[in-house]
């Protein structure tokens, strides 16, 4: 009773002296104060602080350091200057090494909590990067205006649309640097505005860049609101004799009042629409609505690490199911007796099969369609599953359990959604390994492989 008359008595804005005890699984600081949890971004574990309330929810409060008291030793300077307020970071104040313990032992965490998995007979390893900066070869960066009518692009704060300007982001690849600098020059030199949301007016929404880490093929895709505007071409021709890394753009048409960032009609401005990179020695077409993991190096990793695991041999039927562009079974397939990739996007298909045929593997084939339907239809040796955050639908799992795979390899970017897959696969399959790759130092995010093999093959 004591407690809750005091809970009652502080208040928005009031700051409040509080010692952090873990982290969310987004990477905030989780500090209590009279019975009250307080999520506290950038407060790191064993650190005490005056924090600012910010926000009162029913269950829990959010607020804002004001002055740290005691420092973790594991506590660094951020090497980006826009750390605290662009909020695409959480670890930027943070050792890599202690980053790369806690993401294992938060995701650890939640595949006992949630998967109600056993870790008795295995211990994960988690793969770090050598050098956890400037390693995303992909950016859509929002264009719009400050408070002050001001021209601005950068990074949206977390969880809001306020664009936060950036001149470099630490964790981006550094062509973004001088190609962005320039399409904002050229937008005030030739008058094409900034897509204003509010007013739902303007021309350039989003600015996507690709970069082919291997390659060194930059794309360029331009994401504008109308589908002529003064200057157009103009645009373009400056912006590749400012850039002439820049080896092809595209125009992408979204006039829709949408938080979706591509528009489904594209127009190529520049070079031919795409470009090549390199994985594992395998050559990838990419164009721009094609999925393409972002960090080149890990993905490297991540991927020997998933056809490692499935320990393929010349017998095998293999079924690449979320395949984007083929990646994952491109590689595996010299180890396979045939692959069979099946993806939801009709362009990354085409590019898939395109893949095939430049690099001259034969033993693979590419289908577009939904992950959910496949299956009915034949059953496979071993199954790569690397689906988008959402994880795999019921439907699926039943019939992935019901066509009796000899192992499972899932590659998962959401260790929330791969704990509740597995509490069904689990039924039938053995968990014989988890590990995790830092796919996106900096960030919350964990990418984790599972081998699962079955209990009830015969
Ligand atoms: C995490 S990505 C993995 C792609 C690929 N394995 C790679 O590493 O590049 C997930 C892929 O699943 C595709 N996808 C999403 N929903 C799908 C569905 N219902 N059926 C098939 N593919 C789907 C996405 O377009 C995306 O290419």
Same mark, same amino acid.
């Given at each position: 009773?004591?407690?809750?008359?005091?809970?009652?008595?502080?208040?928005?804005?009031?700051?409040?002296?509080?010692?952090?005890?873990?982290?969310?699984?987004?990477?905030?600081?989780?500090?209590?104060?009279?019975?009250?949890?307080?999520?506290?971004?950038?407060?790191?574990?064993?650190?005490?602080?005056?924090?600012?309330?910010? #926000?009162?929810?029913?269950? #829990?409060?959010?607020?804002?350091?004001?002055?740290?008291?005691?420092?973790?030793?594991?506590?660094?300077?951020?090497?980006?200057?826009?750390?605290?307020?662009?909020?695409?970071?959480?670890?930027?104040?943070?050792? #890599?090494?202690?980053?790369?313990?806690?993401?294992?032992?938060?995701?650890?965490?939640?595949?006992?909590?949630?998967?109600?998995?056993?870790?008795?007979?295995?211990?994960?390893?988690?793969?770090?990067?050598?050098?956890?900066?400037?390693?995303?070869?992909?950016?859509?960066?929002?264009?719009? #205006?400050?408070?002050?009518?001001?021209?601005?692009?950068?990074?949206?704060?977390?969880?809001?649309?306020?664009?936060?300007?950036?001149?470099?982001?630490?964790?981006?690849?550094?062509?973004?640097?001088?190609?962005?600098?320039?399409?904002?020059?050229?937008?005030?030199?030739?008058?094409?505005?900034?897509?204003?949301?509010?007013?739902?007016?303007?021309?350039?929404?989003?600015?996507?860049?690709?970069?082919?880490?291997?390659?060194?093929?930059?794309?360029?895709?331009?994401?504008?609101?109308?589908?002529?505007?003064?200057?157009?071409?103009?645009?373009?021709?400056?912006?590749?004799?400012?850039?002439?890394?820049?080896?092809?753009?595209?125009?992408?048409?979204?006039?829709?009042?949408?938080?979706?960032?591509?528009?489904?009609?594209?127009?190529?401005?520049?070079?031919?629409?795409?470009?090549?990179?390199?994985?594992?020695?395998?050559?990838?077409?990419?164009?721009?609505?094609?999925?393409?993991?972002?960090?080149?190096?890990?993905?490297?990793?991540?991927?020997?690490?998933?056809?490692?695991?499935?320990?393929?041999?010349?017998?095998?039927?293999?079924?690449?199911?979320?395949?984007?562009?083929?990646?994952?079974?491109?590689?595996?397939?010299?180890?396979?007796?045939?692959?069979?990739?099946?993806?939801?996007?009709?362009?990354?298909?085409?590019?898939?099969?395109?893949?095939?045929?430049?690099?001259?593997?034969?033993?693979?084939?590419?289908?577009?369609?939904?992950?959910?339907?496949?299956?009915?239809?034949?059953?496979?040796?071993?199954?790569?599953?690397?689906?988008?955050?959402?994880?795999?639908?019921?439907?699926?799992?039943?019939?992935?359990?019901?066509?009796?795979?000899?192992?499972?390899?899932?590659?998962?970017?959401?260790?929330?959604?791969?704990?509740?897959?597995?509490?069904?696969?689990?039924?039938?399959?053995?968990?014989?390994?988890?590990?995790?790759?830092?796919?996106?130092?900096?960030?919350?995010?964990?990418?984790?492989?599972?081998?699962?093999?079955?209990?009830?093959?015969?």
């Amino acid at each position: 009773m004591k407690n809750n008359l005091k809970e009652l008595s502080f208040k928005r804005g009031d700051v409040v002296r509080v010692k952090c005890v873990d982290f969310t699984f987004d990477g905030q600081g989780l500090a209590k104060h009279l019975n009250r949890v307080i999520f506290v971004p950038s407060l790191l574990i064993g650190e005490e602080a005056e924090v600012e309330i910010l #926000y009162r929810k029913k269950d #829990y409060d959010i607020g804002k350091i004001t002055k740290i008291i005691t420092f973790s030793p594991f506590r660094i300077n951020p090497l980006c200057k826009c750390a605290t307020a662009c909020g695409g970071c959480s670890f930027q104040n943070l050792d #890599y090494q202690k980053e790369l313990e806690i993401k294992k032992n938060l995701a650890i965490n939640t595949l006992k909590t949630v998967g109600k998995i056993s870790f008795k007979f295995f211990s994960p390893k988690i793969i770090g990067m050598d050098d956890p900066i400037y390693y995303r070869n992909k950016m859509q960066i929002p264009f719009g #205006y400050d408070k002050q009518h001001r021209l601005v692009y950068g990074l949206y704060k977390y969880k809001s649309h306020d664009i936060v300007p950036i001149n470099e982001c630490i964790i981006s690849s550094k062509e973004h640097v001088s190609i962005l600098a320039n399409i904002k020059k050229l937008m005030l030199e030739m008058k094409i505005k900034a897509y204003d949301e509010d007013l739902e007016k303007g021309v350039l929404r989003h600015v996507l860049i690709r970069v082919g880490k291997a390659s060194k093929e930059v794309m360029v895709v331009l994401i504008v609101n109308e589908v002529n505007f003064k200057n157009k071409k103009n645009f373009v021709n400056e912006l590749v004799k400012l850039n002439p890394e820049i080896t092809t753009v595209i125009y992408n048409y979204n006039l829709r009042k949408t938080n979706v960032i591509l528009g489904e009609k594209e127009e190529v401005a520049y070079g031919n629409g795409y470009i090549y990179d390199y994985l594992l020695g395998v050559k990838f077409k990419i164009s721009s609505k094609s999925f393409y993991q972002v960090n080149h190096d890990q993905c490297e990793k991540l991927y020997s690490l998933a056809i490692q695991k499935a320990m393929l041999t010349k017998e095998d039927d293999v079924l690449d199911l979320y395949c984007g562009i083929g990646t994952i079974g491109l590689i595996a397939a010299k180890y396979a007796k045939k692959v069979q990739g099946i993806e939801i996007v009709k362009e990354a298909i085409i590019d898939a099969k395109e893949n095939a045929k430049i690099n001259n593997i034969n033993n693979i084939n590419f289908l577009v369609g939904d992950a959910k339907d496949v299956l009915l239809k034949k059953s496979y040796d071993v199954i790569f599953l690397d689906p988008p955050r959402k994880g795999l639908d019921l439907s699926l799992i039943k019939q992935i359990m019901n066509s009796h795979p000899k192992k499972i390899v899932y590659v998962s970017c959401d260790v929330g959604t791969l704990a509740r897959d597995l509490t069904y696969l689990t039924k039938n399959y053995n968990i014989d390994s988890i590990d995790f790759v830092d796919m996106f130092p900096r960030t919350f995010h964990v990418e984790t492989v599972v081998l699962l093999s079955n209990r009830t093959a015969k």
